[in-house]
């Protein structure tokens, strides 16, 4: 093991917007290097220095590295990883988090591949200890059971952070960080994608970054009925999810589907409306912190993993809700 132990984390943004998923990996490497010793480093890649890179340099890392180019405005793993690379040079860092969003979920093994490093992906928990290094906690088996891992093998190792598993209040007291700028270098390799337009799905709240999700099932009967569940995400900025057989009929799109087969969701707050709870959904709801769930049926299944739960018609129950919460949110 070097005796280097700086942790970089790459981080994700929209429109020079930082996702919530990034600061939460700095705050984990910030915990990290608490025990190790090293230094927590922010690589930024974008079109410019922007409001974007000042949320960073002001999140307690010692470093932003900021990679300025026009091609980076916007995420291609090949762009990204050739700057990662180009930046890195012959010092590599001890570890490089990154938030296990679609992003992170692309570029974080092509990188591993690159350096030949250990990778682990959409960890829940990180330790260090001087004798193994970094040791990290994922779930397996669709969520039925947590995996421990150390890493072994070149530096930097690679891991992804499930968002929502390392909230932390925002920092408030820290010095504004020095940005370096880097440029990059592109290959033959860097320009094998061209990124040629962005077309926006519907919601703009991400499901696996939402503090509040409302998913619903079969039981919400036909796609008309889920404007009940964007009503109420709208009252409590909640992001909208939906089991499998909801987007298999075509009623909501993939990017919303909770399960094993679609989305992990860990948010404070969901509510499951006319879903069963088949082990396959619950492998991506699970973790969430408390669940709610509105089914006709009292012997559900989804009733065994609920905090609280309502036996009745989710199409009767859900109008109630938001005119409730309004008022609550109003007062
Ligand atoms: C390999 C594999 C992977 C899978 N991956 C996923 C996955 O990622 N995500 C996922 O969700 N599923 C997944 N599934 C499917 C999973 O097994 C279930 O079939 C699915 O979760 C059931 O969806 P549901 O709860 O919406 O529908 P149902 O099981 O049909 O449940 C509908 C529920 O709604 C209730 N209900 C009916 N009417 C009302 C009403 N008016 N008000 C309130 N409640 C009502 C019923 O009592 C019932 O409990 C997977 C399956 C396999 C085999």
């Excluded at 793993?77 to 001890?94: E, H, I, N, Q, V």
């Excluded at 004798?131 to 992804?160: D, N, Q």
């Excluded at 970054?209 to 404007?227: C, D, K, T, Y």
């Excluded at 709870?277 to 509105?294: D, E, F, N, P, R």
Aim: proline letters at 5%; a negative charge.
């Amino acid at each position: 093991m070097s005796e280097q132990k700086d942790i970089w984390v790459v981080i994700e943004h929209a429109a020079g917007v930082v996702k919530s998923a990034s600061l939460e990996a700095v705050h984990a490497a910030r915990q990290l290097c608490s025990q190790s010793g090293g230094q927590v480093k922010a690589v930024y890649c974008g079109a410019q220095s922007s409001e974007g890179v000042k949320t960073v340099a002001r999140s307690g890392v010692s470093q932003v590295l900021l990679i300025a180019d026009s091609d980076l405005e916007n995420y291609t793993s090949s762009r990204y990883l050739t700057a990662l690379l180009k930046c890195m040079g012959d010092a590599p860092p001890f570890a490089i988090l990154m938030a296990a969003t679609n992003h992170g979920k692309e570029l974080a093994p092509a990188l591993a591949t690159h350096l030949g490093s250990g990778l682990a992906t959409d960890c829940i928990g990180l330790d260090y200890n001087e004798s193994s290094g970094i040791l990290v906690k994922r779930p397996v088996y669709a969520g039925k059971a947590l995996s421990s891992l150390e890493f072994s093998g070149p530096e930097p190792v690679i891991i992804t952070l499930r968002p929502n598993a390392f909230r932390a209040d925002p920092v408030t007291d820290a010095k504004e960080a020095p940005i370096i700028e880097h440029s990059p270098e592109w290959t033959e390799h860097s320009r094998l994608l061209h990124l040629k337009e962005i077309v926006k799905g519907s919601g703009t709240i991400d499901i696996t970054e939402a503090r509040i999700v409302v998913s619903g099932g079969l039981g919400m009967q036909a796609p008309e009925n889920f404007h009940l569940l964007e009503e109420l995400a709208e009252v409590l900025g909640a992001a909208v999810g939906a089991s499998r057989p909801v987007v298999d009929n075509g009623w909501r799109e993939y990017s919303n589907q909770v399960g094993q087969t679609g989305r992990t969701v860990g948010p404070d707050l969901y509510i499951a409306c006319g879903i069963s709870g088949a082990v396959q959904h619950l492998a991506g709801m699970s973790s969430s912190k408390c669940i709610v769930a509105i089914n006709k049926d009292p012997h559900a299944p989804i009733f065994d993993v609920a905090d609280y739960g309502i036996v009745g018609d989710a199409l009767e129950i859900l109008p109630i809700l938001t005119r409730e919460f309004k008022k609550a949110v109003q007062a």
